[in-house]
């Protein structure tokens, strides 16, 4: 598929998908006219690079766990480094903190609305 359908399908914008192949997180083969042309497997690919992104990993670190990650058309996964697994668990820690502390601010907020409620 083109670059266009790609972005249409999974709500990307064009300039984002060039980034992601630029940062090696994503792949297209080139036509003989020098058009990008991405696998069908590539919209589940920037779906999980969204979701990694959301989650607030920087492009530089998905574009490390990507080719430790098994796509869904089942192609081998490398193994990961002790050093990206250090990495992943960092990040992970830091998801969690982030869960919490939003946990607490939900807690406040409904303590500020029972109160007003009231």
Do not use: F
Not at 33 to 60: K, M, T
């Amino acid at each position: 598929m083109r670059i266009g359908e790609l972005s249409q399908r999974t709500g990307v914008s064009v300039r984002s998908l060039r980034y992601y192949e630029q940062k090696h997180m994503l792949a297209s083969e080139r036509t003989p006219g020098g058009h990008r042309e991405y696998p069908e497997a590539a919209v589940d690919r920037v779906i999980l690079i969204q979701q990694l992104l959301a989650a607030g990993l920087s492009g530089d670190k998905i574009a490390n766990i990507l080719p430790c990650m098994r796509d869904h058309d089942g192609g081998p996964a490398e193994t990961a480094t002790p050093w990206l697994v250090e990495q992943l668990e960092a990040e992970r820690a830091r998801i969690d903190c982030s869960i919490r502390d939003l946990r607490r601010t939900r807690a406040v907020l409904d303590e500020v609305i029972t109160t007003a409620a009231g």
